[in-house]
């Protein structure tokens, strides 16, 4: 310390004399060893940084040293800035969610970004999802700065962005305590619902619309995975003149409210698809809000209460794939399905048609219990029940049913395959109790199956082409069943009519 006081003082006394021999600003102090000394051994003062309040991996509950300077716009980041901060509004905030491979396995979840500019996606991945998921919070602002930036993979995300965030070991993230934040609240841009006809598939839109039927859940299995999924068909109508139908998947279509009348459901980023026509779904990118507190909803809401009720709508939706859907699907005989020649895509189709017999035999069978499973099982012993795709043996099984019965039209009659869900609600029991009943009184379970017979419903049925030995011939599955709604009977009739006068 004694040598750097030394050589500084000379390079000071030396730089004075030379470069400012008589000129004296202020007042100046003689430069002592005292001085000298006290300087070197000062303690440099702590720097006041947003990065310094995540240190320990927090989120800051306010501003470190006010509002930071040098917001930018997010349209204007790109993958070559490293020094910005963008004060964003988060308006959808993933689930969790996993991953395993043959590299490894981990964690992620992902947010929507929105400012006065534009929208940016947000990843963060497995350290990430525990220093930051629980803290931040669908709806609020925040200061973000130091994350990396790349192309946008266009597979995973609807926002119309060419880049993308993914968090880092230097990400910053601070929450604005600002009231008025000046950050909108979502961007939405409006599709008319009979412009989904120009839409290409498999793309995003957003769409808006009333609420003028809402399915019942519906259960199914994914073939490639075998998980157990839900579902719910939601048919939407806006002042177009046209209606579709969008499907909502998983808690959405859980927790979708079913005592509500009418409401208005807006979709930002719903999925386009064109098998059947066109129809929707909300997927992991879509944003689903029911009854917002927008204009374009106040709007629609007005119109349909005054009057857009009674106005007929184009159904977009003719027909759609997965097993599912509401009951707007085209209305067929039987006749008109097997002069249709079905060929590799199957045929959905609406028919009011009455049971003229059902088969008891073979109508369920002992499955595994397992809720991603459905084989049927073979029974070891008295209380070993072995599933081959498990590759387990369970101490009990669950039933499950595969009704077959005889519709009957105006025009003819078909052999149709109810099973599980469509024919627990068909014969109105559950399969295990059914099962009970055939196991303990024989009396009673054939009651319960011939209560049925010369009902009459309106089903929705998959129709499809199967060859077996050369010889073609058409199998019928019931999607769903619902009991005859005679209103909208008699408006669809009424409506044909007026089709035939021209």
Excluded at 19 to 43: C, M
Excluded at 391 to 410: A, C, E, Q, W
Excluded at 424 to 452: C, P, R, T, Y
Aim: charged share 25%.
């Amino acid at each position: 310390a004694a040598s750097s006081s030394a050589l500084w003082k000379q390079w000071y006394q030396r730089r004075v004399r030379v470069s400012y021999p008589e000129q004296r600003i202020g007042n100046p102090v003689k430069l002592t060893e005292e001085l000298i000394q006290a300087e070197v051994n000062k303690t440099p003062a702590a720097v006041n940084s947003v990065s310094t309040t995540f240190s320990t991996g927090g989120l800051a509950g306010a501003t470190p040293g006010g509002t930071p300077g040098n917001i930018y716009p997010i349209q204007s980041l790109n993958p070559y800035q490293n020094k910005w901060t963008i004060k964003a509004r988060v308006t959808k905030k993933s689930d969790i969610r996993t991953w395993s491979n043959a590299r490894g396995e981990g964690k992620l979840f992902s947010l929507e970004l929105i400012d006065d500019s534009g929208e940016i996606r947000c990843t963060g991945f497995t350290d990430a999802v525990d220093k930051f998921y629980n803290l931040i919070e669908e709806g609020q602002v925040y200061y973000i700065s130091r994350c990396s930036l790349k192309t946008a993979n266009k597979q995973y995300t609807a926002i119309k962005n060419d880049y993308e965030m993914t968090i880092n070991n230097d990400t910053t993230i601070v929450k604005c305590q600002e009231v008025d934040t000046g950050v909108p609240q979502i961007k939405l841009d409006f599709t008319k619902i009979a412009d989904l006809e120009s839409c290409e598939n498999n793309s995003f839109v957003d769409i808006i619309g009333v609420a003028t039927d809402i399915g019942d859940i519906q259960s199914l299995t994914a073939r490639a995975s075998g998980k157990q999924l839900t579902k719910r068909e939601v048919k939407l109508q806006d002042r177009s003149g046209a209606a579709v139908n969008l499907t909502l998947w998983g808690k959405e279509a859980e927790e979708f409210d079913t005592a509500l009348t009418n409401p208005v459901v807006a979709v930002k980023a719903a999925k386009v698809s064109d098998f059947g026509g066109r129809s929707l779904s909300v997927s992991f990118n879509s944003t689903l809000q029911v009854n917002p507190d927008i204009a374009p909803s106040h709007e629609l809401k007005g119109w349909y209460e005054s009057g857009g009720k009674n106005e007929s709508a184009r159904q977009m939706s003719s027909s759609q794939g997965g097993g599912g859907g509401s009951m707007d699907t085209p209305h067929r005989t039987f006749t008109e399905i097997k002069e249709a020649n079905i060929r590799d895509k199957p045929e959905y189709f609406c028919n009011h048609a009455a049971i003229v017999f059902d088969k008891k035999d073979n109508c369920m069978y002992q499955a595994c219990p397992s809720s991603d499973c459905n084989k049927k099982v073979m029974q070891e012993s008295a209380s070993e029940y072995r599933c081959e795709k498990c590759d387990k043996v369970y101490p009990s099984f669950k039933y499950r049913l595969m009704v077959t019965v005889k519709l009957s039209d105006f025009t003819g009659n078909e052999w149709v395959t109810c099973f599980q869900d469509t024919a627990e609600k068909l014969l109105g029991i559950a399969a295990d109790d059914l099962g009970k009943l055939k196991e303990s009184n024989e009396a009673e379970f054939d009651q319960a199956m011939n209560k049925v017979n010369f009902s009459s419903h309106n089903f929705k049925i998959r129709a499809r082409l199967e060859t077996y030995m050369d010889e073609s011939r058409l199998k019928c599955t019931a999607v769903s069943v619902e009991p005859i709604d005679c209103l909208s009977y008699s408006k669809r009739l009424v409506d044909e009519i007026k089709a035939l006068e021209g």
